[in-house]
């Protein structure tokens, strides 16, 4: 299932990485500034469209969104 | 009683993180009109300093302008001091809408809504026009006024990255499927005092059906070759779907701002937006200040000409000096210094010197991108820069960092 991380770290860094900011598995994204809320909103988005699955709100917190492992784990709970 | 030493206890812990974490405001007491020189209490009790304020959004040298001023003392002596109502109610005096059509003329819209600040206008327009089958794309550096009038629509909503007009059009691709799109941005950009580039935007939006919304608060009466705002820099007057701007900066400074744009849209707020259904009205001594503003605007373009060239100036001398500034061409100067102790020792050095300029530092800007955020007016006289020069230049040396590259001035001072 790594695969999963490097779907999102492409992601991540296609839509938030410039010169000025380089971003592992590990960049705190939320809690650093490098990605804001409204964000972390295209980005479930694109997450519920890339493996067809449904991630409830409340499991869509900013902690869970922070780094590019944490929204792993989450995106791994809902595939089945 | 209600507020135990429980409930105390919580806020007292609040604000002592915020004092911990360096994030404390603190206020300056000026006790002299809004103006180039003024008279500054800091801190509290400390004796009264005169100084030079390069931080105040008085673009144009109106906030005590005698022709403002004299026209605010008639309005109050003609229409009295409060409304006391609504708008809809019995809030709406001849010269608001007078002021209405005075902003739809000035900005080349259809129509105009005031509203008691452009906080107010971000923070009602959205909702007023949206519904969940619509999408808000901005530009990830708007006003946190706009963040928030965002957080109050049900719309679906997305960022673009600052500017880049490619990752714009990939999401406007993406969201085809949605009712209406509306592409968001700031005029000029409060921190970085950059420009957006409503022109390639206008073109993004004409080719994939969007609404063009854009807050001009930094740009309306001087941006542009007759001070229209951001639209008339771009050449895309008459193109702005939506534009909001305060009354707060340029354009007398003391408060109010509006929604102007398509007629349809402007009806929708007055029916809908809830900052002006459930406010008062603009009292009538802003309003008469803000129509005096107006005029003089009409009369010349002395005023917007000479803050660019007061601008020009100082931009010039600062790089000129060593100093490393946010590229740009507005009156807002940021002199970068990327630490934040450092972006707070050089403000209160600087004041030490009699020049009032504040320090910003994450969160209000990136992390690793402290400044001092300078902002230039038609107040400002060639002494009152030069000696502002002077003082930044004697600070510079102080710590180093004339002539030192981002580099280097983070090697020694760290982010």
């Given at each position: 299932?790594?695969?999963?991380?490097?779907?999102?770290?492409?992601?991540?860094?296609?839509?938030?990485?410039?010169?000025?900011?380089?971003?592992?598995?590990?960049?705190?994204?939320?809690?650093?500034?490098?990605?804001?809320?409204?964000?972390?909103?295209?980005?479930?988005?694109?997450?519920?469209?890339?493996?067809?699955?449904?991630?409830?709100?409340?499991?869509?917190?900013?902690?869970?969104?922070?780094?590019?492992?944490?929204?792993?784990?989450?995106?791994?709970?809902?595939?089945? | 009683?209600?507020?135990?030493?429980?409930?105390?206890?919580?806020?007292?812990?609040?604000?002592?993180?915020?004092?911990?974490?360096?994030?404390?405001?603190?206020?300056?007491?000026?006790?002299?009109?809004?103006?180039?020189?003024?008279?500054?209490?800091?801190?509290?009790?400390?004796?009264?300093?005169?100084?030079?304020?390069?931080?105040?959004?008085?673009?144009?040298?109106?906030?005590?302008?005698?022709?403002?001023?004299?026209?605010?003392?008639?309005?109050?002596?003609?229409?009295?001091?409060?409304?006391?109502?609504?708008?809809?109610?019995?809030?709406?005096?001849?010269?608001?809408?007078?002021?209405?059509?005075?902003?739809?003329?000035?900005?080349?819209?259809?129509?105009?809504?005031?509203?008691?600040?452009?906080?107010?206008?971000?923070?009602?327009?959205?909702?007023?026009?949206?519904?969940?089958?619509?999408?808000?794309?901005?530009?990830?550096?708007?006003?946190?006024?706009?963040?928030?009038?965002?957080?109050?629509?049900?719309?679906?909503?997305?960022?673009?990255?600052?500017?880049?007009?490619?990752?714009?059009?990939?999401?406007?691709?993406?969201?085809?499927?949605?009712?209406?799109?509306?592409?968001?941005?700031?005029?000029?950009?409060?921190?970085?005092?950059?420009?957006?580039?409503?022109?390639?935007?206008?073109?993004?939006?004409?080719?994939y059906d969007a609404?063009?919304?854009?807050?001009?608060?930094?740009?309306?009466?001087?941006?542009?070759?007759t001070g229209l705002?951001?639209?008339?820099?771009?050449?895309?007057?008459?193109?702005?779907?939506?534009?909001?701007?305060?009354?707060?900066?340029?354009?007398?400074?003391?408060?109010?701002?509006?929604?102007?744009?398509?007629?349809?849209?402007?009806?929708?707020?007055?029916?809908?937006?809830?900052?002006?259904?459930?406010?008062?009205?603009?009292?009538?001594?802003?309003?008469?200040?803000?129509?005096?503003?107006?005029?003089?605007?009409?009369?010349?373009?002395?005023?917007?000409?000479?803050?660019?060239?007061?601008?020009?100036?100082?931009?010039?001398?600062?790089?000129?000096?060593?100093?490393?500034?946010?590229?740009?061409?507005?009156?807002?100067?940021?002199?970068?210094?990327?630490?934040?102790?450092?972006?707070?020792?050089?403000?209160?050095?600087?004041?030490?010197?009699g020049i009032y300029?504040?320090?910003?530092?994450?969160?209000?800007?990136?992390?690793?991108?402290?400044?001092?955020?300078?902002?230039?007016?038609?107040?400002?006289?060639?002494?009152?820069?030069?000696?502002?020069?002077?003082?930044?230049?004697?600070?510079?040396?102080?710590?180093?960092?004339?002539?030192?590259?981002?580099?280097?001035?983070?090697?020694?001072?760290?982010?």
């Amino acid at each position: 299932m790594d695969d999963v991380k490097d779907v999102i770290l492409k992601y991540v860094i296609e839509e938030y990485g410039d010169e000025d900011h380089v971003i592992t598995n590990e960049t705190p994204l939320i809690s650093g500034g490098l990605v804001d809320s409204f964000s972390m909103v295209s980005l479930k988005r694109f997450l519920e469209v890339k493996y067809k699955i449904s991630i409830p709100d409340e499991d869509a917190s900013p902690e869970a969104f922070d780094s590019v492992n944490k929204i792993a784990d989450l995106v791994k709970r809902f595939i089945s | 009683m209600s507020y135990s030493e429980h409930t105390r206890g919580i806020y007292q812990q609040q604000l002592n993180d915020i004092h911990e974490a360096g994030l404390f405001k603190q206020e300056r007491f000026i006790h002299s009109p809004q103006a180039a020189d003024i008279e500054v209490e800091f801190p509290s009790g400390a004796d009264l300093k005169k100084v030079i304020n390069v931080c105040a959004n008085n673009y144009l040298g109106l906030s005590s302008h005698p022709e403002v001023v004299k026209a605010a003392h008639e309005g109050l002596d003609t229409r009295g001091y409060g409304m006391s109502s609504v708008r809809f109610i019995c809030g709406t005096q001849d010269i608001h809408r007078e002021l209405e059509k005075v902003v739809t003329d000035f900005l080349g819209t259809e129509d105009t809504i005031l509203f008691p600040s452009c906080m107010d206008a971000n923070a009602g327009v959205f909702e007023a026009i949206l519904n969940k089958d619509d999408i808000m794309i901005s530009d990830r550096l708007v006003h946190a006024s706009i963040v928030d009038g965002m957080r109050l629509c049900n719309a679906e909503h997305d960022t673009y990255k600052h500017g880049d007009m490619e990752h714009l059009e990939k999401k406007l691709q993406q969201f085809q499927d949605k009712r209406l799109r509306v592409i968001i941005n700031d005029g000029v950009y409060s921190m970085d005092g950059d420009t957006a580039k409503l022109d390639e935007v206008v073109r993004l939006a004409e080719a994939y059906d969007a609404l063009v919304f854009v807050d001009d608060s930094h740009a309306s009466g001087f941006i542009g070759k007759t001070g229209l705002g951001t639209h008339e820099k771009c050449g895309v007057v008459g193109k702005m779907d939506i534009i909001t701007t305060t009354f707060g900066k340029a354009l007398g400074g003391a408060s109010g701002g509006c929604v102007s744009g398509r007629k349809e849209i402007v009806e929708m707020c007055r029916q809908r937006a809830r900052p002006y259904l459930f406010s008062n009205a603009m009292a009538p001594v802003i309003i008469s200040g803000v129509l005096k503003a107006f005029e003089i605007l009409k009369r010349s373009t002395e005023l917007r000409d000479k803050l660019e060239e007061n601008a020009h100036y100082w931009r010039r001398g600062l790089t000129e000096a060593g100093f490393i500034l946010k590229k740009g061409d507005t009156p807002i100067v940021p002199v970068m210094l990327f630490n934040a102790k450092l972006s707070q020792d050089f403000s209160r050095d600087l004041y030490g010197e009699g020049i009032y300029a504040i320090g910003f530092f994450f969160p209000v800007v990136a992390k690793g991108q402290a400044r001092i955020r300078t902002q230039l007016s038609a107040g400002h006289e060639k002494h009152h820069l030069d000696k502002a020069l002077e003082a930044f230049i004697k600070i510079g040396k102080k710590y180093q960092i004339l002539g030192k590259s981002e580099e280097e001035i983070i090697a020694m001072y760290g982010l």
